[in-house]
């Protein structure tokens, strides 16, 4: 067993940033793939920063988020704020009164904890439906929000949407749509339309998810809602700060549908052919996992002797991914406790556009060379603990 | 009169805007001087950025930040928060129980709203004292809040500040300081330790005030405070993102004390030059400021006919003053409502290092050119609508 504890972990990660930085002052960041998919993009030009510098340049950013974010989610007015939670949280404490009912309706539990968290700081009661039969609006309700696609990219259709819209007017009560993947998951790959375009009040995104933006979240909807949204947001620092609307501008300006739809119907023929080859792969929302006791499995099949633990072999070909080709995945670099499930996003900037049979060609090197260090105990502690 | 309503101020906005893009274009940012001291600071090299877009980027900044923010603060962990703002509300959620009550010192009135805001969303009764014999801790309080400077720049001294740590330490309550410009203003101008060399058990500073941080908060102080104050921040979307991390950071790294008293011994000497020639400079808590009703004064000194309102004057010498010299000041570009108060402030970027003679010559310049302006309405218009 090489990664004992926490400390291990530490070790293990500051190895991996050892080889990272190696890697980027030999080849620059072209000789690393990151397919984490969780890293937010931060795409600025050298005349965007220089701007963001002067007293004026936010306010210019400000303007081209009204014209890019419209495009993107409709609505009257446009609003970035640090995160999606913080536009969650802006929203209730502008729209939602003490003692006052919210209703929650979402394709499947459970719902992301923002939403009955911010209730409970107002003193509003909450309640949550995936039924539409047993969905209700109590007297005394004050928001009812929806969710568009959950975490685990868990769609709600487009007339279920209709309908609790239609609940909701017909008691003149407002509608949020918290719609952080769904924005682009709900359009792109399931061809719904906007939120807004639904009948939606006002709809918050992550622009992180699915997207080149940083990680934040950008608000649309009516007009005097959102200012009343901001007044909350401005008044408590939930609002995005300049470099964020500069980094979302921009990850609007690059976001293509077309790029979207490329990766989720790659990431069947990239399951199709790497499974033709290994075991141990399965289907992700947004690309291919391979979870530790997959991997562990396919080991013991093969009949190697080793005295690694079954999250070592997901470590040790992790930091074989990432010394070997620069692929950097969650395993490698990841904080202590951190999962040790090694996912391949294809929807991130840095393999969108790749030749496939050249990912799996960098796989296929690093599974080699992976299989030859199980058995050599000493090499597979150095290359994971430095 | 040019500027009649809030279209024609957004008009003039515009106008600014593009002489702005155009000095850009033309001399890149050296030829602007942006000295309105309300644009924040975003400094990053080519491999920041690049480190900024994987997933490790943001952990490598953020151990950064716990070295250089603890130089600058002291205490035991440091955390970064969207604003000054957001880590008050994270603060205030996470050690205020709903019917606790807040003591607030500071040294004069008005306090920073998002004191008493936080304090009464979570539900807890809020008091402010500026005298130091009638300052009261009520049984069942919370928490003590010191602010250390106030938005005027008035610091409360070391001894009051120690008394009323002593006062609430007796009675096991945690300080917070509020030192958003203090914890620079304090320490460099007046000489005082930080605030948690002083006891305080946790701080707050603006990395965007007297340093070249981007808008946003640093937070410091003790770990267990600090740690729950973090899982609040997390929950709610109050904690800074990696791009305001990196831009602390690179802020943090040049933040030079002596450049500051630079600054602020400078603003006299810069001010007794200007005033041997104009009778319409003030000082200002960075340097020197023009009230639109003093430059009115003087222009009817010289017996000038001119159909210019008093707001016209300044506008006019703002947009003369960015136009020929590249200076950017809030009356050329600031939002329709904006104070025409054409302010100069000596310890941004641009001008910390600027020979102070180099600089009164382009007043002077754009001086004579704004008096030669002042009977000629229409090319004066052109100017400021464009």
Known sequence: MIVNNSLDEVKKRES???????IMSDNGRFGLYDVTGLSGAFLASENDLNLLET?????????ELQIYGKEHLG?????????????ILATILALVEEGSNVSHFLAE???????????????????????????????????????????????ISESLFRKVVEIAHSKNIPVLVDDASGARLRTAIFDQKKAI?????LVVTST??????????????????????????TQFGLEAQPPLILAMVNGLKEYKKDNLVKAFSRKEEFFKLLSSKYSFFKLSPTGVMIKEEDLADDIKERN????LSVKDFAFLFAMVLLK??????????????????IRFDLSTQDVVDIDLDVLIKKIDDSFNIFLNLIDDVDSAKKLILG
Chains 1, 2 share one sequence.
């Open 109 to 155: 539990f459970p719902a992301h904890p923002s939403i009955p968290r911010s209730c409970k700081l107002v003193g509003a009661s909450y309640n949550e439906y995936v039924d539409i039969d047993k969905f209700k609006i109590l007297d005394n309700t004050s928001l009812v929000v929806i969710t568009g696609a959950t975490m685990d990219h868990k769609v």
């Open 208 to 233: 992180d998810k699915l997207m080149l933006g940083p990680r934040g979240g950008l608000m649309a909807g009516r007009e005097d809602l959102i200012n009343q949204v901001k007044l909350k947001a």
């Open 55 to 63: 007293y004026v340049g936010p306010a210019i950013f400000e303007d």
């Open 197 to 201: 375009e639904l009948g939606a009040d």
């Open 324 to 341: 070997e080709e620069g692929i950097i995945t969650i395993p490698a670099v990841g904080m202590p406790g951190a999962s040790a499930t």
């Open 304 to 307: 190697i002797e080793s005295d």
């Open 75 to 87: 609505g009257e007015k446009l609003l970035g704020v640090n995160r999606t939670s913080s536009g």
């Open 16 to 22: 991996a940033l050892k080889i990272i930085k190696s």
